[in-house]
């Protein structure tokens, strides 16, 4: 048994596949860290702790994770999304919450990650006499492609779509998708289809309200599924 998925890429153009042999998506972990200081009056912040400014501190010592903590050829991601705290432009916050991601290859270097988010977290709210509590929970796992089962779905596009079609990815994504699941379990493919046209002017990032794909982008995608399906059926049927 053998599984295959499939995304766009606006930054391929259409006709093309874009995948990896191997290691394809990061996995996920959300995080959460509430930072706990002590209100008081914006004219004297001596008489409590800002959270605010403990928060910030907290932020940008998460950087040297990646910086300092990791290895330059290792990728790593700790990404805050949110910040949210204080009600009013002359108190200093007692509290703020931060909220963002955790990316990574593998399980070894996720938890890596993770303990030192704990380690820096707690500890910098600690230096203003505040305290930080850090929530993370696991998503995803890391998505890895099984190399045969690449391999195959690569021949079909080269084959049916034309030479020239397939697109190797240098380097894995640290974008994650739940079909990581499957992967987990059985060997499997995960493959993007291009979605560029040329002459395009509109913003191409995925998640951008002005993502606009090249439908033609969409006989590819049904292609691909169906004579890819049928490849990894009857290379299953021969070795059985």
């Known amino acids: 048994t053998r599984v295959m998925g499939m995304h766009v890429d606006p930054t391929v153009p259409t006709g093309c596949i874009h995948l990896a042999k191997s290691r394809m998506n990061a996995s996920t972990t959300e995080l959460i860290i509430n930072v706990n200081g002590v209100a ?8 409590g702790i800002d959270a605010i400014v403990v928060a910030s ?3 940008l010592a998460l950087q040297t994770i990646s910086s300092r903590f990791a290895a330059p050829t290792t990728p790593v991601i700790v990404t805050i999304g949110t910040i949210h705290g204080g009600s009013k432009e ?14 990574a290859l593998d399980f070894e270097t996720r938890d890596f990650i993770k303990a030192h988010v704990k380690t820096i977290a707690e500890n910098t709210a600690a230096a203003f ?32 779509i034309g030479r020239g ?25 995960y493959f993007n ?3 560029y046209k040329e002459g395009q002017t509109l913003p191409q990032a995925l998640h951008n309200e002005n993502f606009a794909p090249d439908e033609e982008c969409i ?11 049928l490849r990894l059926l009857d290379e299953d049927e021969a070795k059985a």
Do not use: W
């Open 40 to 47: 008081c009056h914006g004219a004297h912040p001596d008489q």
């Open 57 to 59: 501190h907290i932020v």
């Open 90 to 103: 002359n108190v200093c916050a007692g509290q703020v919450k931060l909220g963002g991601t955790i990316r």
């Open 129 to 160: 006499g505040a305290s930080a509590e850090v929530i993370m929970n696991d998503g995803y796992p890391p998505l890895v492609n099984d190399v045969a089962t690449s391999l195959a779905i690569a021949d079909v596009a080269e084959k049916e």
């Open 165 to 189: 079609s397939v697109i190797f990815m240098d380097d894995p994504s640290l974008g994650a998708d739940d079909f990581a699941y499957f992967t987990s379990k059985v060997p499997g493919v």
């Open 193 to 195: 289809i291009g979605t």
């Open 219 to 229: 006989k590819y995608g049904v292609l691909m599924n169906v004579l890819g399906a």
